[in-house]
């Protein structure tokens, strides 16, 4: 579950929000249907602005990773019906691109950097 | 009328011909929380004076929660809370006294909640307010200014003298029962750590300018510093960049915006660029305050605002 964020960090808090539940779901920590906090719970456990978290979670909805239920809650919803594969690469293009472009700022080998990318996809996921 | 709790325009207070508050004009959406930052001496006190009708204005307009204040001042105070710098009340008052005296200013007083805060944050109410700590004249300050249930709270070094615990019931307080809902709050503090975790928007004031206004999503989603290196930049021009700084051989670039444009800008004039990293409200207040003279250089009619983008 969410437990920390940084708000020193030069990362905007409602995005260390949304990549931590990103990385609950994708590692299992959080699964289909579970229940998250309300916004202003949330907010008040971390010591921030509850504008933030409600951000958060818009764009997480926006995303399809989570849903609201009117007066009932926000789940964990099915993200992946009714997306294209082409439209899940299409979302995952960016972050792929920086992934590459920091490994041969690093001069990293390709091999090296695929490597990597699949340790960790392995810690995620299991062989 | 407006989704402005504060509006100023061209907002200046002038003292034996020096600017203390200098052409401000500052913006507070309604509901948001404000946190303006700058250094002793900056024009923080005044400005929040200003907006109080304590100190009045040698030139601009003020406009608060829709009123002017020079007609409508008593209707802005019975609405407004302040938490002043000086943290003063009447030196021979108890706490309990205080309390008496504040709740038949304000209609909307509630008692409820100056008991539920007196206890989570342990102030002595039966000690007379000038034996009390410097940081229980800060609480009861906060709790009466919290109890008045104000439109908007004005807060100048609300954190002052608390102790650790203090601070992050204070925090818990102004998250569970009053940000993210209807009330507006503007706070000076230089703990920008802190402001960090509740400020939405951030006001950056020097030497009595307001150098930079924006969301502080915003600010950091853009303030960017870049670490090139091959080759000497020192004639390196950008109207982004906010502060150049040699070091061992390296450059040091503070840009505001367009970061990866100004990166590429670099690598054709034969850089390497090593590093692009993101910023602390600490870093970024430093860099605009070292630099304010390229910081406040309107380009095309833009200004340091412009990193913000209102809706």
Not at chain 2, 147 to 170: K, T
Not at chain 2, 190 to 211: F, K
Request: glycine letters at 8%; aromatic letters at 6%; a neutral charge.
């Amino acid at each position: 579950m969410l437990t920390h964020v940084n708000p020193s960090s030069g990362v905007p808090l409602y995005l260390q929000i949304e990549s931590q539940f990103k990385y609950a779901i994708a590692s299992g920590g959080l699964k289909l249907g579970d229940a998250l906090p309300s916004v202003r719970k949330l907010a008040a456990e971390l010591r921030i602005n509850p504008n933030t978290v409600a951000r958060a979670y818009q764009d997480l909805e926006r995303e399809g990773i989570i849903r609201t239920v009117p007066g009932g809650g926000t789940y964990v919803a099915d993200s992946t019906p009714g997306l294209l594969k082409s439209e899940k690469l299409r979302r995952l293009r960016p972050s792929t691109l920086q992934l590459a472009v920091e490994g041969i700022q690093l001069r990293l080998e390709p091999e090296e950097i695929i490597t990597l990318l699949k340790e960790e996809l392995s810690k995620l996921v299991g062989e | 009328m407006s989704d402005l709790a504060i509006a100023t325009r061209q907002l200046t207070k002038t003292y034996s011909r020096t600017e203390v508050v200098n052409n401000i004009d500052l913006r507070v959406e309604k509901g948001s929380v404000y946190g303006l930052v700058g250094r002793n001496g900056a024009g923080k006190t005044t400005l929040l004076k200003m907006l109080l009708g304590l100190v009045r204005p040698t030139a601009g307009s003020l406009n608060v929660l829709g009123m002017d204040y020079l007609h409508e001042r008593l209707a802005i105070l019975r609405r407004t809370a302040y938490v002043s710098e000086s943290k003063a009340l009447f030196d021979t008052m108890t706490g309990e006294d205080l309390v008496r005296f504040n709740r038949s200013y304000f209609s909307t007083w509630s008692d409820d909640a100056v008991r539920k805060y007196v206890k989570s944050l342990q102030v002595p109410m039966n000690r007379v307010f000038r034996n009390m700590s410097s940081g229980d004249k800060t609480k009861l300050c906060a709790v009466l200014a919290l109890a008045q249930g104000a439109d908007l709270i004005i807060l100048d070094e609300p954190f002052q003298g608390l102790d650790p615990a203090a601070r992050d019931e204070l925090h818990r307080i102004l998250i569970e029962d009053y940000i993210g809902g209807n009330c507006t709050i503007l706070t000076s503090s230089h703990q920008l750590n802190e402001l960090e975790q509740i400020a939405d928007w951030i006001g950056i004031i020097d030497a009595g300018h307001l150098l930079l206004e924006g969301r502080l999503d915003d600010i950091k989603g853009n303030f960017r510093r870049i670490v090139a290196s091959g080759t000497d930049l020192s004639h390196f021009r950008n109207q982004e960049v906010v502060g150049a700084t040699p070091f061992e051989g390296l450059w040091q670039f503070v840009v505001r915006k367009d970061a990866d444009e100004v990166a590429q800008q670099l690598r054709s004039n034969g850089a390497v660029v090593l590093e692009i990293l993101s910023m602390s409200l600490q870093e970024i207040f430093l860099a605009c305050i070292r630099k304010e003279e390229l910081c406040t250089s309107p380009s095309a009619g833009e200004t340091p605002a412009s990193v913000s983008s209102r809706s």
